[in-house]
């Protein structure tokens, strides 16, 4: 009698490597016990500044590193860069006592290349705060590894609302998370100064953060790049940043003009500013005048206010997975069949340009 074949276990799936780099030994201490309670998290690694990480990387082989700003020998901020250079698709959380909101050495970080950020308390406060560490880090260290969903037929377009048509667009809107921005700092230099049309940003990012991103945009784009401010000029050629802690709308401010509007109702998507806010009053004043971008970020922002602009008749642009960060938003948009083309984030401003200028494509 033929003995029966017995199914062999499926291998355990691939736990995600760590390397705490943080000069205190209480917070490396703190940082191994939050690691512990998510059985896919393991600890690679620990050191005390940059020039013992930079050691350790090639040894250990982690997925991700938890990086502090402020250590001896070698900082973190240059401990960043050398990681760039030397691996540079190796995920890179920084965590200090500087990564608070208003932080020009995170912004200058995230500048740089690191992928996110999470700020922890100093002091007699420290391991007190840390309570709630893994309800924050965890999800910002798996972020990077959800495995993307099988390919899907694409489900149809909404349909327009009756009388519209795809038209030539009279305003850009970009909806962008982590990743962002780098990303941004790569999209808008890329776009030229004669550009015809006002452009829209959100991205989630807290008060301060977003000035200091609009400056540094400004400072790298021929484009006029400025924080959204309350009744500002919507115009050709005009960047807005969404404010941190305020929803970014529009407001009708003459027979043919619009203005920015400011507010602070409630989060959404636990969001403030949010992408799906911007895009549903967009979809109100402009109509199948929009044309959407979602660019790298966690989670769906994005996606209901996609549906409601799609509703009215304009187009949306998604970044590829290759290119993203995170395809969370941009898959979100794409997985759901309504990004009209997607595209490496280097086509992007091409893309617009063409757009504008009245060409019209479909298809990935």
Known sequence: MTAPVLASAAPAPRKIRVLTVDDSVVVRHL??????????LELAGAASNGVMALAQIPVVKPDVVILDIEMPEMDGLETLRQIRRRHPHLRIIMFSTLTVRGASATFEALSLGADDYLAKAS???????????????????????????????????????????????????????????????????????????????????????????????????????????????????????????????????????????????????????????LFRS???????????????????????????????????????????VVWGMPGAVAEAGLADSILPLDGIAAELVRRAAGGSRGGV
């Open 31 to 40: 940082l191994r016990q939050v690691l512990r309670t998510d059985p896919g």
């Open 282 to 324: 967009l979809a109100e004043h402009y109509g199948a005048g929009v044309l959407s971008v979602i660019l790298t970020g966690m989670g769906r922002d994005g996606l209901r206010g996609v549906e409601a602009l799609k509703a009215a008749g304009s187009s949306t642009l998604a970044q590829d997975e290759p290119t993203s």
């Open 123 to 277: 002091g007699a406060g420290l391991e007190q705060s840390m309570a709630g560490l893994a309800v924050e880090l965890i999800p910002k260290i798996r972020q990077f590894f959800v495995s993307s969903a099988a390919p899907r037929p694409s489900a149809p377009l909404p349909a327009p609302l009756p009388g519209l048509s795809r038209s030539r667009p009279r305003v850009v809107a970009i909806g962008v998370s982590t990743g962002g921005p780098q990303a941004l700092s790569r999209l808008i230099p890329a776009i030229p100064a004669a550009f015809p049309l006002p452009i829209l940003v959100v991205q989630h990012m807290p008060a301060m953060f977003t000035r200091l991103l609009a400056d540094r945009l400004r400072d790298l784009s021929s484009l006029k790049v400025e924080e959204a401010a309350d009744g500002a000029e919507i115009a050709p050629g005009r960047v807005l940043v969404a404010a941190g802690g305020y929803h970014l709308k529009v407001r009708r401010s003459g027979p043919f003009s619009f203005a920015a509007a400011l507010d602070q109702g409630p989060p959404e998507n636990s969001c403030r500013p949010s992408v799906d806010v």
